[in-house]
């Protein structure tokens, strides 16, 4: 593949963040050039030639970050190969199995013909901003469930998919 490749993220306490930064790691580690960014700050991506999008999961729907980015930038990424991801569930079950992307997401999937979604668990930890993150840690549902071999495996499977597209 010829180009940059982007992986963009909207996250409001890091922890999408972190999961971007890890693909973006494997990705670089397999020869690719890679710029990582919040998706709120990318104008274009006309400089692209492969996109990653990920979003924290928030009562079922994307970050609006990441919604925003899609929905701004939606004919560029139709033009190149895109993946996206997605990190919110606050127990084990991502890596238990896999979790198919909410409703927004999976209609942007459809519209951009994405070439692939994975679901990876999140983290709420002490100190998240927001309201209902402090409902859910007094509550004790808080927690680090990101697998980060998980992670690295998937954007392993990017990188190959990535090094056979001309």
Same mark, same amino acid.
């Given at each position: ?23 973006? &790691? ?5 020869? !690719? ?79 951009? &013909? ?9 983290? !709420? ?18 927690? &680090? ?14 990188? &190959?998919? !990535?090094?056979?597209?001309?």
């Amino acid at each position: 593949m010829n180009g940059t490749v982007l992986v963009t993220y909207g996250t409001t306490n890091g922890s999408t963040a972190r999961i971007a930064g890890a693909v973006a &790691d494997v990705l670089r580690e397999n020869g !690719l050039v890679v710029e990582s960014l919040p998706a709120r700050t990318v104008r274009s991506v006309t400089p692209y030639g492969a996109v990653v999008v990920g979003g924290a999961l928030y009562a079922g729907r994307w970050h609006k970050d990441a919604r925003r980015f899609v929905r701004r930038h939606r004919e560029a990424l139709a033009e190149r190969p895109v993946w996206f991801f997605s990190s919110g569930p606050l127990d084990a079950s991502a890596s238990q199995r896999d979790i198919p992307p909410v409703r927004g997401v999976r209609r942007a999937m459809v519209r951009l &013909d994405v070439q692939g979604h994975v679901t990876f668990g999140g983290c !709420l930890e002490e100190g998240a901003r927001g309201r209902v993150a402090g409902m859910i840690l007094r509550s004790g549902k808080g927690g &680090d469930f990101r697998d980060f071999g998980a992670i690295e495996a998937w954007a392993k499977g990017v990188a &190959d998919e !990535l090094s056979h597209m001309e």
